[in-house]
Nanobody
Framework: QVQLVESGGGLVQAGDSLRLSCAAS????????MGWFRQAPGKEREFVGF????????YIGNSVKGRFTISRDSAKNTVYLQIDSLKPEDTAVYYC?????????????WGQGTQVTVSS
């Protein structure tokens, strides 16, 4: 059974940094990719970025480019989302997701999410 478990969220102040983790179990995703999404209250889910598992190539969405970084630790089967210079508008539930083929448009597995709240 594949599981994705996010951690690292919490209440932080504007300007702080935070690193979210997503630990995958049940399979590896070589040839695939792991992505991050977020959903703010009353808004639609927003794509943040992804990392191709084998190559480590990342893509960060334009709305967060410059402050968000994605990395992975293959040995731990874990992906990270580093968020710097947090803003109140970054307040959202952050989800990680995984797809078995990086060319696929759909993600196959989703985590439960971790709440990030940024106070001004």
């Amino acid at each position: 059974q594949v599981q994705l478990v996010e951690s690292g969220g919490g209440l932080v102040q504007a300007g702080d940094s935070l690193r979210l983790s997503c630990a995958a179990s049940g399979r590896t995703f070589s040839g695939g990719a792991m992505g991050w999404f977020r959903q703010a209250p009353g808004k639609e889910r927003e794509f943040v970025g992804f990392i191709r598992w084998t190559s480590g190539i990342t893509y960060i969405g334009n709305s967060v480019k410059g402050r968000f970084t994605i990395s992975r630790d293959s040995a731990k089967n874990t992906v990270y989302l580093q968020i710097d210079s947090l803003k109140p508008e970054d307040t959202a539930v952050y989800y990680c997701a995984a797809k078995t083929r990086y060319t696929s448009s759909d993600y196959d597995y989703w985590g439960q999410g971790t709440q990030v709240t940024v106070s001004s």
